[in-house]
């Protein structure tokens, strides 16, 4: 979902005053409840959402029930190693940083990813989730700041769209919607409207890289006046279309 520079993870422990995972046990005994299937863990900026911009560490999880016609994280949907808990806590402390994203991939279509998720709340960090609106988020932790996709008919996975998983967003929460095409921007902005989703969380709009231009879509908004903030991914602004940027 999200892809930015890739950093080795042997920058030292968090320093004096930074946030650190006091609360993890690292000697705990490994269990097979607690493995996750790691695609990548890198340190970057936030390309999107109301984070944009913000240094943070990006757990990328392996696997995704989808096939978005427009997905950038294709790489993540086998490629990976089998990882204990313990040791992406381990690995996320060694940047030293206060965000964390937690990514895919659908990361959600991971079992442990919960446990993951309420552990970094609990080791201090601000944690957000980028997740395809496919799965049930209703047990993410609720100190986590979701966004959450709503698959649009030019993304093939529109039938995908769990809609009851919008009962359960909250105001620190943000809905993405990928336009595609006119077509695709005039559905986004109906649902919207209809459903009145400005009044449960912030909703962004994100040109698909290559599909829609952004002076486009920035008119398209102006236009019509709808409630919604319009994001280019920054990460590609930056470092361009290429994995590992
Ligand atoms: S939800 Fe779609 S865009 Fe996201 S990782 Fe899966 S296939 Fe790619």
Known sequence: MTSAIKIPATIPRAAEGQVAPENV?????????????????FFSLQGESSRVGLPTVFVRLTGCPLRCGYCDTAYAFHEGKTRQLVEVLADVAAYGAKHVCVTGGEPLAQRACLKLLSALCDAGYSVSLETSGAIDISAVDERVSRIMDIKTPGSREVDRNLWK???????????K??????????????LLRDRRLNEICPILFSPSYGEVDVAQLAEWVLRDRIPVRLQVQLHKVIWGEKRGV
């Open 25 to 41: 046990e690292f000697g705990a005994k490994p269990s097979r409840a607690d493995e996750l299937r790691i695609n990548e863990i």
């Open 165 to 175: 998983n919008l009962d359960f967003l909250k105001a620190s929460d943000e809905i």
């Open 177 to 190: 919607f990928v336009i595609t095409s006119e077509a695709d921007y005039f559905w986004s902005r109906d």
